[in-house]
């Protein structure tokens, strides 16, 4: 590894299903991504042994050992159980008391290679509070940056509405309306110029369409959640159950995130209004389906929405927008 | 934060060292509170200036607003197929000869003002106008016992356009619109090529047009069928809607195409005469003077003139003396200006990413 190399700022994407880290190398980003996930496994020598050898992410606890990581759906798998959670919604899982332990060492995995040079910057994204509610963001924020303080970082949050306009609206001077669909929230930021003007978050999201989907065929959500990523598209005729409810519940999400924008931004009133039409660039996980920016552009179009719009971009990477944004943020702060 | 400031981030060229200015100047401490400042920002509207920048902004969102939001609001997305799109205002466009080409970036653009005026590049992302062909191929004769060969003509065509990214829609004799290139990318249509509109100077017409097709020949009589007639009219219809696109930037492939090897206009000469404007819901643009003359400093010989035929002839009468005025108030003979706007043209040409 080269020096510059070493001292290059990183973005981190903390994500409720996945963490990924961007840095620069000699090339293009170069993106590393993690499952943000575990499964708790009984603890023997042998599972122990065979783990260190195949040098899979796991932490040793008591009587039990957690498999974290990609890992951590294959065990999943094999096993016959759902994955365990850190997160939830955005932020630190409150119902999973090992969510702390485990963040740390997923983070200190991803990062550990280039945590020794002494305050290096690194920008993690956060997401921004949900419509409508107080800020609950602060204990989630302030455990990830110590744990990335702990490990020898500088660490800076970014909100990851605004992450995914740092990355992909260059082309508009970075003004428009940054959409990241992850699994447990869609984030949305309006900025102007570089700067944020409004910040929100929707619930209804990947989880909400896995488990909404799983509810009412039976199926178990994670099961739901790799039937959806390898097979499902917008604009097709699915004759089975699951499609069909992974259609009903997509159209939901962006209904809601839709009715949500058009919301958010009239309530800002004067300051969001403007003639000048602003892009839309959707990124994140969610957005993967195929057809899903022409539905989204249809439901858009259908309402009265406050702010004339120019066009509704798709992120050429969506699983990787929010870490990119998070690596130009890093690279542009102070 | 003010425009100024935008101004001054538009000189910046790599993205990261943009970004980096605009965080900078959004800073409390430089003004106003960053929020306030930036929403404040929101109200104003993006004007060239006498002195612009060096390297400008991504003009992309930047063109007449509320022009803009008043016609997008009329034509939208009604339904989207596995294979078409319906809009509102009836047009249905085919989608499966759809093709995948390079991203549209920001193309360079320049004030339109002359010579005399600004040189500085500015950038700018969205579609600035259309530009019509014709596919030039030999038609079969539009009637009831030439169906089968009608449609393997056309399926010809498209398989072609497709496989050369040669435009971004092809509306076939029967008058089914196809989408080819998408709208957010470059379609290789135009070519060498020029145009104006009323702010800034255009070269490279592949990245700042979108190109749509008929199937047909220049001089075909009539040069369009009526359904081919009727959904180029809608199609006109959603793309300037959606682009604020105004009409007199909806031009012929004639009219804008140059050879800079000869310096000299009409390198392609589809629809150099006969293309029926009205029809498709816009004024003459014949008469328009071509910009690749009065701007950009190319002449044209004889041989344009006989296959322009007389209505591109008033547009160069036109181009011809805006040329005479404005070579005399800089005071210099026209072949002197000539020269002088072919090498802002060729700066602006050189700097194409």
Redesign the interface.
Known sequence: MKNQEKESPLGLDVGTSRICLARRGDGPTEYETQLNAFVSVPKSPITERVLGKEKIPHTVRDSDILVHGNEAGSFAGMLGIETRRTMTRGMLNPEEPDSVAVLKDMIQAATRRYGEQSERRVCFTVPAAPLGANDRLTYHEATVKQILTESGFHATPVNEGLAAV?AEL???????IGISCGAGLCNVCL???????VSFSVPQAGDYIDSSAAAVTGERANRVRILKEESFH???FFSDQLHQALGVYHDSMIESLVESMALALSGAG??????????IVLTGGSVMPA?FR??F??IL??RAFPL?V??V?LA?DPLHSAAKGAL?AA???? | MNRIAEWRACRLGDPIERLRYLRRAARPSSGPKPALAAAGCLVLVLLPRPQGPRVPPPISTARTGSARLAEAGRIWLVETGEDHEIYSNGLRIETQWRTQSSSRTPFPVLPRDGARGDSKIWHAATPAGIVFHATESDPAPFAEDRNSMLLRQSEGTLAYARSRRAYHFVIDRFGRAFRIVPESQIAFHAGESVWADSRFLFADLNASFLGVAFDTRTGAEPPLTPAQASTGRALVEMLRARYAIPRSDCVTHAQVSVNRGNGEIGWHTDFASGFPFEELGLPDNYALPPASLYLAGFDYDRRFLRSAGSPMLRGIDLAEGMLHREAIAVNLSESRYRGKLRERYQNLSRSRP
């Open positions: 740092y260059e082309a508009s001077n970075y003004s428009g900025a102007y110029l570089a700067v944020p003007i917008f604009n097709g004067k300051a969001v209004r403007s003639n000048r039409p602003v892009p057809g022409d539905r552009e249809n179009r259908r004339p120019s066009e971009l050429p130009a690279l542009t702060g102070s």
